[in-house]
């Protein structure tokens, strides 16, 4: 067991068994904050359940969630994954889109990563270092894709500041460039995904998906966290039409 953690042992009534809860130790230098988050991951369900499963972090476990209830990953589908670090998403969109073509009989799909930072390589999907905002991002998107995308979805978040209101604005503006982005690349019923928080700012951003897309949505997938203010908007049915 790694220095600082303990393990909390709790009989349940009439069993033998034991609920096992990791305890961590606060340790000198180390903020009380960066404890209790330390302990949370520990004890967290879907971060012990991506690493028995080979997922690259909780999160793919949400966009998971969210397929099941709107199919948007389905076989054959070209999906631009932004913000792709560490990769979670990318992974359940290789596997649902049958990126590697181990579905017999389904169409073979199109997994595409964007990220600033380098990220490792991830089976049956292709990965570029980029920002998306630069200067004909959208062209090399589409290029690299052979057209346009079905899919662009993103889980980016700013950095946080520490101050509620500001990280929220922060992240509406990543999300509404996004958005920008998808119109772009995105194919006519394509489908857009992004992560927001909840915080009284998002109001210009669904009007102008309402606009642009069929039906919008706004959810929180069971493996968001009870006490985070993250949702998820998903729009289906794309337009395509200009402005």
């Known amino acids: 067991m790694p220095p600082g953690q303990s393990v909390m042992a709790k009989k349940t009534s009439g069993r033998g068994t034991r609920d096992l809860r990791v305890k ?5 230098g180390r903020r009380l904050s960066s404890t209790l988050w330390l302990e949370r991951q520990l004890n967290d369900p879907y971060v012990k359940l991506a690493k028995a499963e080979g997922y690259r972090g909780r999160a793919a476990f949400k ?10 990953l389905v076989p054959g589908a070209r999906v631009v994954d932004l913000g792709c670090a560490p990769g979670g998403w990318c992974q359940i969109a290789v596997e649902r889109v049958n990126a590697l073509g181990q579905k017999p009989g389904k169409a073979v799909g199109r997994v595409l990563g964007i990220d ?4 490792e390589p991830i089976v049956g999907a292709e990965i570029h270092q980029l920002d998306f905002l630069e200067d004909g991002a959208d062209d090399k ?4 894709l052979g057209g ?12 946080s500041s520490g101050h509620k209101q ?7 503006a990543l ?10 690349v995105l194919d006519e019923g394509g489908t857009f995904i992004a992560k927001v928080l909840a915080g009284g700012a998002e109001g210009e951003l669904q009007a102008l998906l309402k606009r642009k897309f069929t039906k919008v949505a706004n959810v929180k997938p069971p493996a968001s966290r009870a006490d985070s203010s993250e949702k998820f908007v998903v729009a289906t049915g794309f337009r395509g039409e200009p402005d």
């Open 24 to 28: 961590v130790k606060t340790a000198r």
């Open 63 to 72: 966009i998971r969630d969210l397929d099941d209830k709107y199919r948007f």
């Open 116 to 119: 600033l930072q380098e990220v």
């Open 141 to 144: 998107v589409k290029t690299w």
């Open 148 to 159: 346009a995308a079905d899919v662009v979805m993103s889980d980016m978040a700013a950095a």
């Open 166 to 172: 500001t990280d929220h604005l922060r992240i509406i």
């Open 175 to 184: 999300c509404e460039a996004a958005a920008y982005f998808a119109f772009d």
